[in-house]
């Protein structure tokens, strides 16, 4: 899901580079210049993360877990269709201003098969994709929701004591509309985006000027979290495909 994305534009047949992809940002964080995400290495699962004075001084992701059980769709039994699951644990600790804030995260998934078609059951029995809890210098709770009705789409809470942000991801690219996977991810407090974390390429994120060192801290933690998210459905999918091609 993260990874670097470039369109060619059609229009400049003269331009001989590709332009890079970005997260199109809320007009709310417009004028705020987002911190780099600093990662050793691509895409490695415990690869240390870093963005302005906050990093992770411990990442652990633990072993994706896939299930899949076939049971009879018909009377007869002669047509079955199977049950998969996925899940994968993980744990992070970001260093902020006053202390360690640990996460413990949680990313699963279920879906039922037949033959080339697949239906996400997790999203229409509201299996949470990611559940986060957070304790240390900070306690709270994430958790992000499958939106049945719009595919790709996730959406979600964040408490942190009587702080209640709101969490969506984003399809937005900047200068088109984007291939339709998720992006990055948006934090909303009532109608305002306070701050935006995008998940493609190396990463950025993005906090309001207006937010508290406390806020900036808890901010901090979630985008470590998304940052280290992988989509379980999408792990669903892979698993799938490299089933029916061996």
Known sequence: MSRPLCFCLAILPLLSACQLARMQVSPDLRSVQPFAVDRALWRKPNDPLSFGSWRTSHIDVGWGKFRSRSTPATVTGKTTIDLQSFQRPYRLDVEASDGVISAECVARAEAVAYKDWSLDSGALQGIPPLRCSYYGAAEGEM???EMPTIAGSEAGNIEFGVTRWHVQSVNRIEGGHGPGDTVGYEIRRDNEVIAAVEIMNRGRVWMSPDLTT??????????MALLVYEAPQSEIE???LETDRD
């Open 238 to 240: 892979r698993i799938r």
């Open 143 to 145: 958790e992000l929701l």
């Open 214 to 223: 406390m806020e900036q801290d808890r901010v901090a933690s979630v985008a």
